[in-house]
């Protein structure tokens, strides 16, 4: 078995290099936060006068090597004061460090943390942003709701088809191609609300890092990005009640230790108050949503620790008392945190998730239900070789089953027949390795290589087409048809439909020019085998998810990206600058007036395309002082051509290329916060965008009654430039030190000059005139918001 | 009821929430084309003889379509198992008459127009419609259980494929309400298909009252027909919004045998139909 040797010559890699290690010592420990006992992802761990360094990984943890002799080590993390310790190293020492947060008040001298910033000259590791909840809570927002997905759309590089609308892109990708984890679990709807607000409650979150490109090999399974979000585990030093009461929502969250300090546990609950959006209609209409975030961590001793994490949420539309919709996403995870020794760090993790939609049409006595649902193990390692050489290696298996539909009638006399579409399982599994290597003091490489494997099981019946072709151009009408049944076939649940494996090298670079300076180039594969059937312009919840099989082939992408990255100003300041060009080949596109739901012959309204993108990304960011934060200017190009293939025919759009609904040619953020003294701080946005492309009608008719409109090449319009300007004012009211109480308002006003910015124009012919006319919808014109939150 | 046709409803309902204005757009203007409305309906219980075709062109977007009418065109329609030919003469106003159609349900058909030098061509065959079996009004059925809505119920054929497509009209509008269903769903029983309105001052839509008039008109129809109906709809009523499938070209059956890219807008169908009319009380 090629998994298994492949594991093996890792292991053997590693134990190889560990009786070279002459004279030479590790520290090794976890970094936490002073306050709560959080671990510190990220920290540097650097030995002064030397280029020896470490960054603590996700659990806290780091490892350095070094010869022996006396050394100071300053651990530093951004807002934080820097700690300092000398040591003497003569044997293996195991270290860990308390940081304490940094203030920001006036009066005090702003500590001004050495070397975390320096980190991201020397790794790599590009195209990455890091977010902390602290910063997300900080960026002005709609009703006053944190939201996650709509702070990761002010980097650089990142999009998403309008507001109100689901999801996100990154660097011209679609919205499906995201692997959207939290605390490793896979989310696979992250929005609340048909996308106004995002499922991720900023109080239960620690911090939040997108990879838009250079994504290490331990990640699979997406094609553009990965949103990596990682819970909080709970303050483990004291009792912390933390919540908010907004205009749209309400929240609290509790947190602490447990088991006499040998743990500690975060619940956190979110909802929003029902019949605030759709009171328009004379209807009794309603929409909410409710999440709850748990987790909880229990150390068994200094090398084992086991943390247990889960999700639920939920939301719900109620349109009259005839129609009732729900939809979620749920999941857990169960890690064993294992330190082998001072060099040998493991992850194991047991994973599950679950996404369903629901819906209930009382008016037609049925309803709906399609799912989505996995199951994940993980095992993760890292070596921490020598200060030269890091490896990290895994492996990841994932077992699917998909419900694309099933419809059940819901009383006697329901006109509606039960349906169960063909309930689809597949596996997924992935083996890696990558290495960190420094070559020189200015050189370092990451060389990272996944093998994933994806089998497409049986179960279910395939319906086999003529020749082979599912969908045919039919060349008189010159639209695209349903291909010609010739037969089923039926597969057993031991039989394997389709199987598919790839190598999926990753390749980074760095090399420092100075010591505040540094180019990185990278080079990534990634493989996606499952997709997200949508035909809509914006992804809906209703949308669902199909494996690669014999008719759908795994998208591949290939994307190289290469940037410039400074520090300036001792580190107050810095730039980065990067190129990417991305393709994805085989990504599915649907035929002119394709239906996807109910739809079980998927097959037979889809063609296999290409995707390609390309931009230039800046970032300007001010990390330290009173006055923080960025401005992002990206200039890019996402486009996508799908043509005819064995269905003949020129293809959609022709088989030209047309724009992807989240192309922007420019797309400006600029962020800021402002600490103006102790009780109040300020914030704002501003935000530019190219609009939106969009398909027009190039014409129209008269058919039946009605005005019909003839609408042009795909995607050949544009909407009129999307900008706005957020505020945010916090106040902090004076209270006693030792009172435990600690409230804070947040006064926000989003879009301050209330531009109506078109989310959609659609063409339609006015009822009370007969003329034909365009209609601009405005999701949100100026809203303002006050929210308040305490901490106990 | 298809799950796409609730969606579309889903949908609208959310966008109906947010606010809109009506907007000066500058949309791209394609030359005209033939448009045919080739609508041979045959009504149930008559004799199916006399119909017209509608003939005129394309025109841009904010256009006036009043003076499209296409005159001077050679039209007629061919039963293609006797080759029977049924010429339909030029009314002067866009309109191309019969009096001696003879409709044959399962019978296909060829249309033949030649206009400006060019020959366009069609197929179809005519396709059976069930009886309404029963007209009722209610406010319970519909999303809005408060607004008065019509009910028509009809049993469909089992183990069969079939697509119905309505036109309702309540006497007074400007234009008419559509609607294809097929019954992939729901093959073999009882349906019913209600239509309502629920008020919108911004849209000036009213509610029914006691009095209203509504014509309905219930076709059988091609799968075929089904497909390109169904998509005219759902791009008339959603043609842009976020939610809704990305808006494309419409073709119909009309190909041009001469030019072929020189396609013609609109379809050749035939269909049974029940006409009837609906008064609230």
């Known amino acids: 078995m090629t998994y298994f040797k492949f594991i093996c010559l890792s292991l053997s890699l590693c134990l190889a290099t560990v009786s070279m290690a002459q004279n030479k010592f590790t520290i090794s420990g976890k970094i936490t936060d002073v306050a709560n006992g959080e671990t510190v992802f990220g920290a540097s761990v650097f030995l002064k006068g030397t280029r020896i360094g470490a960054v603590t990984n996700e659990y806290g943890f780091y490892s350095l090597t070094a010869t022996e002799g006396d050394y100071e080590i300053l651990v530093s993390y951004i807002g934080y004061a820097t700690a300092v310790q000398a040591v003497t190293l003569s044997g293996n020492l195991n270290l860990n460090f308390e940081l304490e947060e940094a203030s920001t008040a006036l009066d005090e001298v702003v500590v001004v943390a050495e070397e975390s910033e320096q980190v991201n000259i020397k790794s790599p590791q590009m195209s990455v942003s890091k977010l902390k909840s602290e910063t997300i809570k900080k960026i002005p927002v709609v009703l006053g709701e944190v939201d996650i997905i709509k702070s990761i759309q002010l980097l650089p590089g990142v999009t998403n088809t309008g507001e109100g609308s689901a999801g996100f892109n990154v660097r011209g990708g679609a919205a499906d191609q995201n692997l959207v984890l939290l605390d490793e679990s896979i989310i696979y709807n992250s929005s609340h609300l048909f996308g106004f607000f995002s499922v991720f409650n900023a109080d239960a979150i620690k911090d939040v890092k997108l990879y838009k490109g250079g994504i290490p090999a331990r990640f699979g399974g997406r094609v553009s990005s990965v949103l990596d979000v990682r819970q909080k585990d709970g303050n483990s030093k004291n009792f912390e009640l933390n919540g908010g009461i907004g205009v749209i929502s309400s929240r609290l969250s509790a947190e602490g230790p447990v088991l006499k300090d040998k743990g500690s546990f975060l619940i956190a609950g979110r909802g929003s108050y029902a019949h605030l959006f759709l009171n328009a209609a004379n209807v009794e209409n309603s929409a909410f949503f409710y999440d709850l975030n748990l987790k909880t961590n229990y150390t068994i001793n200094a090398k084992n620790k086991l943390y247990l994490s889960g999700y639920f949420g939920r939301d719900e539309f109620n349109f009259g008392a005839n129609f009732l919709s729900g939809y979620g996403n749920t999941s857990g995870n169960l890690r064993w945190n294992h330190i082998y020794n001072d060099k040998l760090f493991s992850n194991l993790s047991l994973i599950f998730s679950n996404y369903d939609y629901q819906l209930d049409f009382k008016a037609f006595d049925f309803d709906w239900i399609s799912e989505i649902r996995n199951y994940n193990i993980k095992y993760d390692l890292s070596y921490f070789k020598s200060d030269k050489l890091k490896l990290n290696f895994g492996l990841n298996a994932i077992y699917y089953n998909f419900n694309p539909g099933e419809i059940n009638p819901t009383s006697e006399t329901s006109s509606i027949n039960p349906l169960l579409l063909d309930q689809k399982r597949a596996f997924e599994n992935g083996l890696y390795l990558s290495a960190e290597y420094k070559i020189t003091d200015q050189l370092t490489t990451t060389f990272g290589l996944r093998h994933s494997y994806f089998s497409r099981l049986g179960g279910q019946p395939l319906v086999d087409y003529q020749d082979g072709r599912p969908i045919v151009y039919n060349e008189t009408l010159g639209i695209y048809e349903e291909g010609t049944p010739i037969g089923i076939t039926n597969f057993d649940t031991s039989d394997r439909i389709e199987d598919f494996s790839n190598f999926e090298p990753r390749l980074a670079m760095a090399y420092q020019l100075n010591e505040n300076t540094s180019v990185k180039a990278g080079y990534s594969r990634t493989a996606q085998y499952i997709h997200l059937l949508s035909n809509t312009v914006s992804v809906t919840p209703l949308d669902v998810w199909a494996p690669s099989g014999r008719f759908i082939k795994p998208q591949l992408s290939d994307q190289y990206a290469i940037g410039y990255f400074r520090n300036f100003k001792d580190k107050w300041y810095a730039l980065e600058v990067e190129a990417y060009y991305k393709t994805v080949a085989n990504r599915i596109d649907y035929v002119d007036g394709s239906d996807l739901i109910g739809q079980n012959t998927i097959e037979t309204e889809i063609l296999n395309g290409e995707l390609r993108a390309y931009g230039l990304e800046f970032l300007f960011k001010k990390s330290k002082g009173d006055f923080t934060g960025w401005l992002a200017y990206t200039i890019s190009k996402a486009e996508q051509r799908t043509p005819g293939g064995i269905a003949g025919g020129p293809g959609i759009n022709n088989g030209d290329w047309y724009y992807a609904a989240h192309d922007r040619t420019h797309d400006i953020s600029l962020t800021g916060s402002y600490t103006l003294n102790t009780k109040w701080s300020f914030g704002a946005n501003l935000i530019y965008q190219t609009g939106r492309p969009v398909t027009f009608p190039d014409g129209q008719y008269s058919y039946e009654g009605i005005n019909v409109a003839n609408f042009s090449d795909r995607n050949a319009s544009r909407l009129t430039a999307y900008h706005r300007i957020d505020i945010s004012a916090t106040y902090v009211p004076n209270r006693r030190p030792d009172k435990k109480w600690k409230g804070e308002w947040v006064f926000g006003i989003y879009n301050l000059y209330n531009r109506r910015n078109a989310a959609s124009i659609s063409f339609g012919q006015n009822r009370e005139t007969g003329a034909n006319e365009a209609t601009r919808t405005a999701i949100f014109g100026i809203v303002p918001s006050v929210s308040y939150n305490f901490k106990f | ?281």
């Open chain 2, 1 to 281: 009821m298809t799950l796409r046709i609730l969606k579309r409803l889903v949908i609208l309902l959310l966008i109906v929430t947010s606010c809109t204005d009506v907007v000066d757009v500058e949309v791209p203007e394609a030359p005209p084309r033939l448009v045919v409305e080739a609508s041979i309906d045959w009504e149930k219980g008559t004799r199916g003889n006399a119909q017209s075709i509608r003939l005129s062109t394309s025109a841009p977007f904010f256009s006036n379509l009043e003076d499209t009418s296409v005159t001077g065109a050679s039209v007629r329609v061919t039963n293609t198992a006797t080759n029977e030919i049924f010429v339909f003469s030029d009314e002067g106003n866009g309109l191309y008459s019969t009096i001696t159609f003879d409709p044959v349900l399962n019978q296909t058909y060829r249309l033949d127009i030649d206009y400006q030098g060019e020959t366009y061509s069609a197929e179809e065959t005519m396709t059976s419609v069930v009886a309404i079996d029963a007209l009722s009004q209610s406010r319970e059925s519909g999303f809005d259980n408060e607004a008065l809505g019509v009910d028509i119920a009809f049993n469909d054929p089992p183990n069969e494929e079939n697509f119905y497509f309505f036109r309702f009209e309540e006497e007074g509008d400007l234009f008419p309400e559509l609607l294809a269903i097929p019954d992939e769903f729901t093959d073999g029983n009882r349906l019913d298909v209600f239509f309502e309105k629920e008020e919108d001052e911004d849209e000036g839509i009213e509610e029914f009252v006691a009095g209203d008039i509504v014509n309905i008109k219930f076709y059988g129809i091609s799968e075929q027909y089904f497909n390109y109906v169904d998509l005219l709809i759902e791009q008339f009523e959603g043609g842009g919004n976020p939610f809704g499938t990305v808006p494309a070209s419409l073709k119909g059956n009309c190909i041009n045998l001469t030019n072929p890219e020189n396609y013609a807008f609109g379809y050749f169908r035939l269909t049974e139909v029940v006409c009837t009319s609906y008064v609230f009380e």
